[in-house]
């Protein structure tokens, strides 16, 4: 499998996968943008976005608190599909030649980690402690990050290196 690596396939093949990895980084860009529509980018939108607003008397909240079902629909589909992106991502990584040994496991499987993480820690932060949103936060921002890293080197490496 020496010789199995994205800068060795196909110009068929390249086209492919590069038009598959930009079109996923789009999808990652606007879920960042979502986050940012619905949270700010903040530990007070996050918590406000899951727990609800602060009740004020006569005032009308601008978030209710999430209930159980929307945080079981959130989770399972949120899981799976990160799980799925995770996969097709760390699988098509794998075969660049640029990183390799153990900086390519760790932004192979940080994203696995990340999302188990995330997601514990929003039910967590929604139920029991709302300190956790920083967890939250800093587990996202990793497996936005090792998604980001993998696409840019497995797109370099596609339509780059010879």
């Keep these: 499998m020496s010789n199995f690596k994205l800068k060795n396939f196909d110009s068929t093949a390249k086209t492919f996968l590069a038009f598959f990895l930009f079109t996923i980084q789009i999808g990652i860009v606007i879920g960042v943008g979502y986050i940012y529509y619905t949270t700010s ?5 996050t918590i406000e976005h899951y727990n609800g607003s ?3 008397e006569d005032v009308i909240p601008e978030e209710f608190p999430k209930p159980l079902e929307g945080m079981i629909l959130t989770t399972h589909a949120h899981v799976n599909s990160f799980a799925l992106i995770s ?4 699988s ?12 390519k496991l760790i932004l192979m499987v940080e994203p696995f980690i990340s999302t188990i993480i995330t997601f514990s820690s ?4 929604r139920y029991l402690n709302e300190s956790f949103v920083y967890l939250v936060m800093i587990s996202s921002l990793l497996m936005y990050l090792c998604w980001t890293i993998m696409v ?7 339509l780059f290196e010879k």
């Design 92 to 103: 098509i990584f794998y075969f660049n030649s640029i990183i390799t040994n153990k900086l």
């Design 152 to 158: 840019i080197i497995s797109f370099y490496e596609l």
């Design 54 to 56: 602060e009740v004020v």
């Design 41 to 45: 980018l903040n530990p007070e939108g």
């Design 87 to 90: 996969l097709i991502i760390g």
């Design 122 to 125: 929003i039910w967590v932060m």
